[in-house]
């Protein structure tokens, strides 16, 4: 069963208006960085519920989605 999990992220702005986040900090308070970013859309999230930009990101190796909901940022946990 899969839960969102609000989280704090650090992000670039760039100066064409685009958001870049770089790293966020899970309930736990440990940091990740962002290995790359490789898709931006507008979407939903099928598994918890809500919808805004979905950045898809690979951390540690391995995919998630990071969304930015109504200025907060949230993840797909298990």
């Known amino acids: 069963m899969a839960r ?3 989280v704090n992220v650090s992000a ?3 100066k064409d208006g685009r958001i870049i986040p770089e790293s966020f900090e899970w309930e736990d308070e440990r ?3 962002i290995d790359r ?3 931006i ?5 099928l598994k918890v ?3 805004g930009l979905r950045y898809t990101c690979f951390v540690c190796g391995k995919q998630t989605y990071l ?3 109504d200025n907060r940022w949230f993840i797909e946990a298990k």
């Open 4 to 6: 969102k999990v609000y």
């Open 12 to 14: 670039k702005f760039n």
């Open 31 to 33: 940091i990740f960085e």
């Open 37 to 39: 970013i490789t898709d």
């Open 41 to 45: 859309r507008r979407a939903a999230s």
């Open 49 to 51: 519920g809500g919808a």
């Open 67 to 69: 969304f930015l909901e």
